[in-house]
């Protein structure tokens, strides 16, 4: 059993940047694959990015590619997305998952996490 709490949005100009933390309740989090998923308004949950247990594999959805990284603290128990220039587009509620069954690839898919966040908000203005 895993709590998260996601931190760090807000509003933003396009081309701003923005950290979002994602904060586990235990230290039962460290031996977890983990994702970020975002949903916009109108729009379906997609995924944006995923890491494994020990942080030395990522995925990242082509729109955010280049742009958002995933990192994590296992020392902290915290899940992190650095968003760099900022779109438009990427406004929406961002939710962190973790995956509590043990695999060695990352998956992308919103059915293979099980344990959700409440989710930030993330606003970009043009």
């Known amino acids: 059993q895993v709590q998260l709490v996601e931190s760090g949005g807000g509003l933003v100009q396009a081309g701003d940047s923005l950290r979002l933390s994602c904060a586990a309740s235990?230290?039962?989090?460290?031996?977890?694959?983990m994702g970020w998923f975002r949903q916009a308004p109108g729009k379906e949950r997609e995924f944006v990015a995923a890491?494994?247990?020990?942080?030395?594999?990522?995925k990242y959805t082509d729109a955010v590619k280049g742009r958002f990284t995933i990192s994590r603290d296992n020392a902290k128990s915290t899940l992190y997305l650095q968003m760099n220039t900022l779109k438009p587009e990427d406004t929406a509620v961002y939710y962190c998952?973790?995956?509590?069954?043990?695999?060695?690839?990352?998956?992308?898919?919103?059915?293979?996490?099980?344990?959700w966040g409440q989710g930030t908000q993330v606003t970009v203005s043009s």
């Open positions: 998952a973790a995956d509590k069954i043990y695999r060695s690839v990352v998956l992308t898919t919103d059915r293979a996490y099980d344990s």
């Open positions: 235990g230290r039962t989090g460290s031996s977890y694959n």
């Open positions: 890491i494994n247990r020990g942080g030395s594999a990522t």
